[in-house]
């Protein structure tokens, strides 16, 4: 399948390429030039299927050049590294609300759900290409993205990755899962600044092409790991029907019912993955837009505006902190006709100005498949503390969110759809928030948090957490965002 740019001054000629190549040369994002479709046979076919089974048949539509049984054993060995095999399991809440914990994997994010993949989908994408040479990959992370990368990419073959955080934007125990990263082939550097300022000095090394000339002489290429790469999404659109099967399993819906998906969001890949099931044919109704205090989205789906000439606020759900949610430019690419020149226009000026606005028309349109709301932190730490009491569920800070606005939603328009809330990180994560949320007294020690944590909830504490205490800290280094490139060049020659 051939891939566009959103900005039309580029293409792949195949799934492969756009993956390897991470970001369009026109510094667009790639997508497929149409979107396959997911029959009600197969659909029904997927129900008997176990979560691998489930991700090659929807991966493969995309992912045509890759061998289908390879793929298949890709995926097994990648969910292999969750609890159970099973990465999205669904558990039901209430009546109508489900939660799928997508954090059973080997940094407790949903993040993993991706990247445990990615390293095959871009090895092997490498070698489809006939590409010989050694790829970089280059990582701006608000926290969890950065560690899902690193315990993905440690030690691949002919590969080697580099993370940039912001050196005051993430939690204690993300830093510490950072910062303790094992394996040959990784590098960890904080960026004094916020998540906007990192995501920024990493694309403007990606769209820097008198280095990549350089690197290419000294036989290195780029790739990216964010969710801008399209192996990034497309894994995570598995999950929308994974959960509709299991609904179906569980005697929940029929087949050809709608389900709502509520989506705590921040740079917009996640839902983005509900909006391209949807549009392979997944029944979804509403796709609900969550976001904290940082409300760009919230305000861009009521008013048409996308304005980040605003404040940044650093919340206790960080993985959320961004004002340019890079991923809704496949959204508004689209949701304008696919018009590229128009998606490139809009992206100018958000560069320049820092706003674009979409016509009345897109707007309403939008509307249609979209619901978007947000919440403060103390309404975040309200909902932790409700779900908890009411029914002896733990949420963790970004969770919160999505269900605080699940309730706006159903409060606001009486809907009674089956919702299921993607669920993206363990409470274990942010551990200090959520506790002081459910119990107040909260010690300054992560750990300490943790087993506090544990005493109240019950839930056991999960090991990859356990594992931290003792692991040596590899990576203190810290720069300014002019010394990206530095950092970079340094890393290449070791
Ligand atoms: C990354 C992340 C998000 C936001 O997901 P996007 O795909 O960037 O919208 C939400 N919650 C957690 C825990 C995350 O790690």
Known sequence: MKFVSTRGQSEASCSASAIVKGLAEDGGLFVPEKFPQISFDELNQMIDMDYAER????????????????????????????????PAPVVKIDENTFIMELFHGPTLAFKDVALTLLPYLLRKGADICGIKEQILILVATSGDTGKAALEGFKDAQGIKIMVFYPSEGVSDMQKLQMCTQEGDNVNVVAIKGNFDDCQTAVKNIFSDKKIERELKEKGVIFSSANSMNFGRLVPQVTYYFSAYCDLIASGEIKIGDKVNFVVPTGNFGNILAGYYAKQMGLPVGKLICASNDNNVLTEFFASGTYDINREFYKTISPSMDILISSNLERLIFEQSGRDAKLTANRMAELKTKGNYSLTDKE?????????????????????????????????????????????????????????????TASPYKFAKDVLSAINGKVPEDAFKCANKLYEVSALPVPDQLVALKTKEKRFTQIINRTETLNAVIEFIGK
Not at 62 to 74: F, N, P, Q, R, S
């Open 363 to 423: 707007k309403t349109a939008l509307s249609k498949d979209f619901f978007a709301d947000f919440c403060d932190q103390l309404e975040c730490k309200e909902t932790i503390g409700e779900v908890f009491d009411e029914y002896g569920y733990l949420l963790d800070t970004h969770t919160a969110v999505a269900v605080n606005v699940k309730n706006t939603y159903c409060d606001y328009t009486k809907d009674n759809t089956p919702t299921v809330v993607l669920s």
């Open 55 to 86: 991700a090659c048949t929807v991966l493969h539509k995309y992912l045509e050049e890759y061998d289908k049984e390879e793929l298949l054993c890709a995926c097994e060995k990648a969910y292999s590294k969750f609890e159970d095999c099973d």
